[in-house]
């Protein structure tokens, strides 16, 4: 991971994304409830204001590698009976942008992933605790200081 004053970026051997930091919303340990209990899972979760704008960031490369790295979240919410797991499968079908655009390929499977992950944890985008130099919470904390030191620099 990159972080600069200008944007997060998460680099893989197959591909990156780099998001400014005006394009996130929220940024937080994934975390859901079961029962009465808080689960806590090994990912940090990113919310964007707007989902779309991935399409201009990430390669159909990355898209099906972050498919499969994601796969955990989906398996979780499955034996959790968050989801059933036809819900779980990769979907190919073309995705309707809503300026009536379609993406096709990995990135639309990666965003028809994206909307099922959202609507169970409340992120786009999930970056596995393997890929941190530090506890996952302090993790947290450095990119929500970033980000925070940003916006008040730009207001």
């Not at 937080?28 to 204001?49: D, F, N, R």
């Not at 499968?89 to 994206?114: C, M, R, S, W």
Request: glycine share 4%; hydrophobic share 45%.
């Amino acid at each position: 991971m990159i972080i600069s004053k200008d944007a997060l970026q998460y680099i893989q051997l197959s591909g990156c994304w780099r998001l400014p930091w005006g394009d996130i919303a929220h940024i937080s340990v994934v975390k859901t409830t079961q029962g009465v209990e808080q689960v806590t899972l090994p990912y940090i979760g990113i919310k964007l204001k707007d989902t779309e704008h991935l399409v201009n960031v990430m390669s159909a490369r990355l898209a099906n590698k972050l498919l499969h790295e994601q796969k955990f979240l989906l398996i979780w919410a499955v034996n959790h009976h968050m989801i059933t797991y036809e819900q779980s499968l990769i979907n190919f079908t073309p995705y309707k942008l809503t300026d009536k655009k379609e993406v096709t390929g990995p990135l639309a499977a990666f965003l028809h992933q994206t909307k099922i992950l959202e609507q169970i944890f409340g992120f786009q985008l999930y970056i596995p605790n393997t890929a941190l130099d530090r506890e996952i919470t302090l993790f947290v904390q450095l990119l929500r200081d970033c980000q925070n030191y940003v916006s008040t620099k730009l207001d």
